[in-house]
Protein backbone atom coordinates (compact mmCIF):
# COMPACT_ATOMS: atom_id res chain seq x y z
CA UNK A 1 0.00 0.00 0.00
CA UNK A 2 1.45 3.40 -0.97
CA UNK A 3 -0.37 6.67 0.38
CA UNK A 4 0.04 9.86 -1.46
CA UNK A 5 -0.59 13.30 0.01
CA UNK A 6 -0.95 16.38 -2.36
CA UNK A 7 -0.60 20.02 -1.03
CA UNK A 8 -0.17 23.27 -2.65
CA UNK A 9 -3.21 23.87 -4.64
CA UNK A 10 -5.09 27.39 -4.54
CA UNK A 11 -6.48 30.28 -6.30
CA UNK A 12 -4.05 32.50 -8.57
CA UNK A 13 -4.40 34.85 -11.35
CA UNK A 14 -3.40 33.89 -15.07
CA UNK A 15 0.05 34.29 -15.45
CA UNK A 16 1.16 33.15 -11.85
CA UNK A 17 2.54 30.45 -10.54
CA UNK A 18 1.78 27.61 -7.74
CA UNK A 19 3.30 24.42 -6.60
CA UNK A 20 2.03 21.19 -5.81
CA UNK A 21 3.98 18.95 -3.66
CA UNK A 22 2.67 15.02 -2.97
CA UNK A 23 4.16 13.19 -0.17
CA UNK A 24 4.80 9.37 -0.06
CA UNK A 25 4.56 6.74 2.50
CA UNK A 26 4.05 3.51 3.07
CA UNK A 27 5.43 0.94 0.46
CA UNK A 28 7.70 3.38 -0.84
CA UNK A 29 10.17 0.93 -2.26
CA UNK A 30 7.63 -0.43 -4.79
CA UNK A 31 7.07 2.86 -6.47
CA UNK A 32 8.45 3.03 -10.01
CA UNK A 33 6.86 5.88 -11.98
CA UNK A 34 5.29 9.19 -10.01
CA UNK A 35 3.15 11.51 -11.54
CA UNK A 36 0.30 14.25 -11.91
CA UNK A 37 -2.89 13.89 -13.00
CA UNK A 38 -5.95 17.13 -13.35
CA UNK A 39 -9.79 16.61 -13.55
CA UNK A 40 -11.03 19.43 -14.62
CA UNK A 41 -14.87 20.12 -14.80
CA UNK A 42 -16.79 17.75 -17.34
CA UNK A 43 -14.10 16.60 -18.37
CA UNK A 44 -12.20 13.53 -18.24
CA UNK A 45 -8.40 13.02 -16.33
CA UNK A 46 -5.66 13.72 -18.23
CA UNK A 47 -2.05 13.01 -17.11
CA UNK A 48 -0.46 16.12 -16.97
CA UNK A 49 3.25 15.12 -16.01
CA UNK A 50 4.86 11.97 -15.53
CA UNK A 51 8.79 11.60 -13.93
CA UNK A 52 10.80 8.06 -13.97
CA UNK A 53 13.46 6.98 -12.11
CA UNK A 54 15.86 4.37 -13.47
CA UNK A 55 19.16 4.53 -11.78
CA UNK A 56 20.39 8.13 -11.27
CA UNK A 57 18.42 9.23 -14.48
CA UNK A 58 15.06 10.92 -14.59
CA UNK A 59 12.99 10.67 -17.27
CA UNK A 60 9.92 12.99 -17.43
CA UNK A 61 6.81 13.34 -19.70
CA UNK A 62 4.72 16.64 -20.37
CA UNK A 63 1.29 16.57 -21.93
CA UNK A 64 1.59 19.24 -24.65
CA UNK A 65 -0.20 21.84 -23.29
CA UNK A 66 2.22 22.24 -20.26
CA UNK A 67 4.98 21.83 -21.76
CA UNK A 68 7.72 25.02 -21.42
CA UNK A 69 5.31 25.88 -18.55
CA UNK A 70 5.21 23.34 -15.95
CA UNK A 71 8.26 21.17 -14.45
CA UNK A 72 8.18 18.14 -12.48
CA UNK A 73 10.57 16.61 -10.20
CA UNK A 74 11.16 14.16 -7.57
CA UNK A 75 13.32 13.69 -4.31
CA UNK A 76 13.70 9.93 -3.47
CA UNK A 77 15.43 10.29 -0.73
CA UNK A 78 12.18 12.27 0.58
CA UNK A 79 9.62 10.48 -1.05
CA UNK A 80 8.52 13.46 -2.60
CA UNK A 81 7.42 14.42 -6.18
CA UNK A 82 6.63 18.26 -6.84
CA UNK A 83 5.00 19.81 -9.88
CA UNK A 84 6.38 23.82 -10.70
CA UNK A 85 3.40 25.34 -12.46
CA UNK A 86 4.12 28.79 -14.47
CA UNK A 87 2.51 30.94 -16.61
CA UNK A 88 -0.63 29.50 -15.46
CA UNK A 89 -3.68 29.79 -17.69
CA UNK A 90 -7.39 29.45 -17.28
CA UNK A 91 -7.47 26.17 -18.58
CA UNK A 92 -5.19 24.77 -15.83
CA UNK A 93 -8.25 25.12 -13.67
CA UNK A 94 -8.45 21.77 -12.15
CA UNK A 95 -8.44 19.17 -9.49
CA UNK A 96 -4.87 17.98 -9.86
CA UNK A 97 -4.21 14.09 -8.53
CA UNK A 98 -0.91 12.54 -7.60
CA UNK A 99 -0.45 9.31 -8.89
CA UNK A 100 2.06 6.71 -7.96
CA UNK A 101 3.10 3.31 -9.69
CA UNK A 102 3.74 0.71 -7.72
CA UNK A 103 2.91 -1.63 -9.68
CA UNK A 104 -0.36 -0.60 -8.68
CA UNK A 105 -1.88 2.35 -9.34
CA UNK A 106 -2.47 5.00 -6.51
CA UNK A 107 -3.84 8.31 -5.71
CA UNK A 108 -3.90 11.12 -3.88
CA UNK A 109 -7.00 12.55 -2.35
CA UNK A 110 -6.71 15.67 -5.19
CA UNK A 111 -5.93 19.12 -4.54
CA UNK A 112 -7.88 21.88 -6.64
CA UNK A 113 -6.04 24.36 -8.59
CA UNK A 114 -8.04 27.55 -9.54
CA UNK A 115 -7.13 30.28 -12.07
CA UNK A 116 -8.60 33.31 -12.75
CA UNK A 117 -8.38 35.72 -15.59
Known amino acids: QVQLVESGGGLVQAGGSLRLSCAASGSIGSIKTMGWYRQAPGKEREVVAT??????????NYVNSVKGRFTISRDNAENTVWLQMNSLKVDDTAVYYC????????WGQGTQVTVSS
Open 51 to 60: INTIGITNYV
Open 99 to 106: YANAPLPY
